[in-house]
């Protein structure tokens, strides 16, 4: 399978501890980004790298968010303290410049905040 | 503030009918649109687009009309199928740039 992966699928924690997610992207893309969805809502886009540089980070990206991508390659998305209210669905899209502009997404890490 | 709605939470066509999901976007800027379909415990995955030099969009089953004036889309699913059974998602923005997700519409195609 050569879609884009996500690690964990789900992760419960207790608030204040500190988690991290990854994501692999289609080999070839360069455009890797990140998105949270919460129920009922559509995904809200929260940072995007091109290559190994984070070129964008939304205003929903608080400072205990931080993302890297260190080798252009792989991503990980880190959230330090966590908070009830960081419970949502963070998914990971990438795509490649040119083209249809379309993102293809993995399957989310769903993460539950006790 | 949202920008791109889906006022329509959940729709339910019979198999065989025309589906029809709307969509309605408030920044006159967007040049682009998108419908992602999700399947539980999937990610989205990409549908059909459209640009806004067009007003129409077609492929296979699936047909997305733009009115820039209106600033509203809609996307056809002709004939509907069991399988069609998802939740939809509009997208809005700008080529090369981000994308607004719109919060879904939930379809169910009755057999």
């Known amino acids: 399978d050569t879609g884009v992966s996500q690690d964990p699928r789900h992760k419960i924690t207790k608030r204040g501890q500190n988690v991290t997610f990854r994501c692999d992207p289609i080999?070839?893309?360069?455009?890797l980004y990140w998105y949270r969805q919460t129920l009922g809502q559509g995904p809200e886009f929260l940072t995007y790298?091109?290559?190994?540089?984070?070129?964008?980070k939304s205003r929903l990206l608080s400072d205990r968010f931080s993302a890297e991508r260190p080798k252009g390659s792989f991503s990980t998305l880190e959230i330090q303290r966590t908070e009830q209210g960081d419970s949502a669905m963070y998914l990971c899209a990438s795509r490649i410049t040119g083209g249809r502009n379309e993102q293809f997404f993995g399957p989310g890490t769903r993460l539950t905040v006790l | 503030d949202q920008q791109v709605k889906q006022n329509s939470p959940s729709l339910s066509v019979q198999e065989g009918r025309i589906s029809i999901l709307n969509c309605d976007y408030t920044?006159?800027?967007?040049?682009?649109f998108l419908w992602y379909k999700k399947y539980p415990a999937e990610g989205p995955t990409f549908l059909i687009s459209i640009s806004s030099i067009k007003d129409k969009n077609e492929d296979g089953r699936f047909t997305v009309f733009l009115n820039k004036s209106a600033k509203h889309l809609s996307l056809h699913i002709v004939p509907s199928q069991p399988g069609d059974s998802a939740v939809y998602f509009c997208?809005?923005?700008?080529?090369?740039?981000?994308?607004?997700f719109g919060p879904g519409t939930r379809l169910s195609v009755l057999p």
């Open positions: 997208a809005a923005g700008n080529y090369g740039q981000n994308f607004v």
């Open positions: 080999s070839e893309h360069n455009r």
């Open positions: 790298f091109q290559n190994e540089a984070q070129l964008e």
């Open positions: 920044n006159s800027m967007f040049d682009y």
